[in-house]
């Protein structure tokens, strides 16, 4: 146990010191989150959108991540174009480290032909990363026979650091198939809380789907639809590879990925037009196994406000509502 702990201070301490890197928090409802994972995505609904997301990632354990977002994008015709707002808020080790995040988007859309168009967005964005050092704990904290019963003699140093931080990304889609790429932190800006310069890696983000629509839609029934889609991040040496389908019958989906050696992903959700729920559960397969992480619990909420002056040629993607 005690070198269970140690072990954990050491990182925290790295982390805190700007000597190790961090991923990014990321979202298993990706399409739930549209201009959080890709900035192009702002105004793709033509009507107003509003989007809250809430992840809590390996509950079991005492150094969770559970990760806030909240967003609001709206296409406008007289700047041939969306804007978007986004907020975020991480929680990591139980508020030890804590991130902020907030930024506004806008994204222009160019209608290339009648059945493809393009999306070209950038955000920038505010960050502010703590760390509470009420919750870190030393080695000389440590008692050999008692464990950690005493008082630090470490001075609090910084603990805090706001940064600028820019985005940008392209979407192209057609009626049945969308692509885009995104990449994050174009600054590199420095995430470091103490002393030293700690350079946030650049953030890629590869991603395409369709929609193969089964059969027709008729007076007695509604279309199925199945959506394969495939999405490739990397940030600094770290890939991740998500590929898994979603199937939609009416208002309700059901979906299952797969994340490359780390976890299964089952989905589940209703859209009725105007409001959006979707459920996901990470059951985890790494070596960490799910027994010992509980897994992964994911819930988005969506609302689609009516727009009077939405353009009668807008088209909209035909990608994952959540």
């Known amino acids: 146990m005690r070198r269970i702990k140690y072990?954990?201070?050491?990182?925290?301490?790295?982390?805190?010191?700007?000597?190790?890197?961090?991923q990014d928090p990321q979202f298993t409802q990706f399409y739930a989150n549209p201009i959080y994972l890709n900035p192009a995505f702002a105004g793709s609904n033509g009507c107003p959108r509003f989007a809250m997301n809430y992840r809590n990632q390996w509950p079991n354990l005492s150094g969770s991540y559970v990760t806030y977002s909240a967003s609001y994008d709206q296409y406008f015709k007289n700047i041939s174009g969306g804007i978007g707002v986004i907020g975020l808020h991480d929680r990591q080790a139980q508020?030890?480290?804590?991130?902020?995040?907030?930024?506004?988007?806008?994204?222009?859309?160019l209608k290339v032909n009648r059945k493809f168009s393009m999306l070209f967005g950038a955000r920038a964005s505010m960050f502010n990363k703590t760390v509470d050092w009420d919750k870190l704990t030393f080695g000389d904290m440590i008692d050999p026979r008692?464990?950690?019963?005493?008082a630090t003699g470490d001075v609090p140093r910084g603990g805090s650091r706001y940064f600028f931080d820019a985005s940008a990304g392209v979407v192209g889609y057609s009626k049945n198939f969308f692509f885009g790429f995104a990449a994050h932190h174009l600054n590199r800006p420095n995430e470091?809380?103490?002393?030293?310069?700690?350079?946030?890696?650049?953030?890629m983000t590869g991603?395409?789907?369709?929609?193969i629509k089964l059969g027709q839609k008729s007076q007695y029934s509604n279309v199925t639809s199945i959506m394969p889609n495939v999405i490739?991040?990397?940030?600094?040496?770290?890939?991740?590879?998500?590929?898994?389908?979603?199937v939609k019958y009416g208002a309700f989906n059901v979906g299952a990925w797969f994340?490359?050696?780390?976890?299964?992903?089952?989905?589940?959700?209703?859209n009725t037009g105007k409001f959006k729920l979707g459920y996901s559960y990470d059951v985890t397969v790494s070596k960490l196994n799910n027994g010992v992480s509980?897994?992964?619990?994911?819930?988005?909420?969506?609302?689609?406000?009516?727009?009077?002056d939405k353009p009668l040629s807008f088209r909209t993607i035909s990608c994952p509502s959540f």
């Not at 008692?146 to 005493?150: A, D, K, L, N, P």
């Not at 470091?192 to 953030?203: E, H, Q, T």
């Open 259 to 270: 994340r490359n050696r780390d976890a299964f992903i089952l989905a589940i959700g209703v």
């Open 95 to 109: 508020g030890t480290i804590n991130t902020t995040m907030l930024g506004l988007i806008y994204s222009y859309h």
């Open 294 to 308: 509980g897994g992964s619990h994911e819930v988005s909420l969506g609302i689609n406000f009516n727009c009077k």
């Open 232 to 246: 490739y991040q990397y940030q600094n040496g770290f890939q991740e590879i998500n590929i898994g389908t979603y």
């Open 7 to 22: 072990l954990l201070t050491f990182s925290l301490l790295s982390i805190a010191a700007g000597n190790a890197y961090s």
């Open 192 to 203: 470091s809380m103490i002393v030293g310069d700690s350079r946030l890696p650049i953030r």
């Open 146 to 150: 008692r464990g950690f019963i005493y």
């Open 207 to 211: 991603h395409m789907g369709a929609e």
